[in-house]
């Protein structure tokens, strides 16, 4: 049996992360600039190309694009709220549970600090 499978597999997990980040960051990126580019050219089409056209047709895909991300993170933020609000709990301390962390060893009661743990006979 091989009990260092899960610490050979968290490195793995952990450039799975990073790479599924940078592609949802380069995907929203590239989201964004075709909305531009869109709204850039639907500005321009059918007009004079007089000498402010190119500025007010910037003007108008960045602010088409920034709308739109405020879109976005709006409808992202309202699921959040949606999803996450109620899932949580309090938790209360009961005896029953508080026994159970000392008996487990997770009671953080012995600090090597202060006062170390004492031995356990050999049997």
């Known amino acids: 049996m091989d009990h260092t499978r899960g610490l050979k597999q968290a ?11 940078i592609g949802g960051s380069v995907g929203g990126s590239v989201l964004l600039s075709t909305i531009l580019a869109s709204a850039v ?6 007009q004079l190309h007089t000498a402010g056209l190119a ?8 602010t088409t ?4 991300a405020v879109g976005i993170f709006a409808l992202a933020f309202l699921l959040a709220i949606v999803i996450l609000s109620g899932r949580a709990k309090p938790r209360v301390p009961t005896v029953k ?14 600090d090597a600090a202060c ?3 004492p031995a356990v006979a050999a049997r």
């Open 11 to 21: 490195p793995r997990a952990a450039i799975l992360l990073d790479v599924a980040g």
């Open 41 to 46: 050219a639907s500005s321009t089409a059918g």
């Open 55 to 62: 500025n007010e047709a910037a003007v108008h895909g960045y």
């Open 65 to 68: 694009a920034l709308w739109l």
């Open 97 to 110: 549970a508080a026994l159970a962390r000392h008996a487990i060893g997770n009671g953080h009661h012995f």
């Open 115 to 117: 006062c170390p743990r």
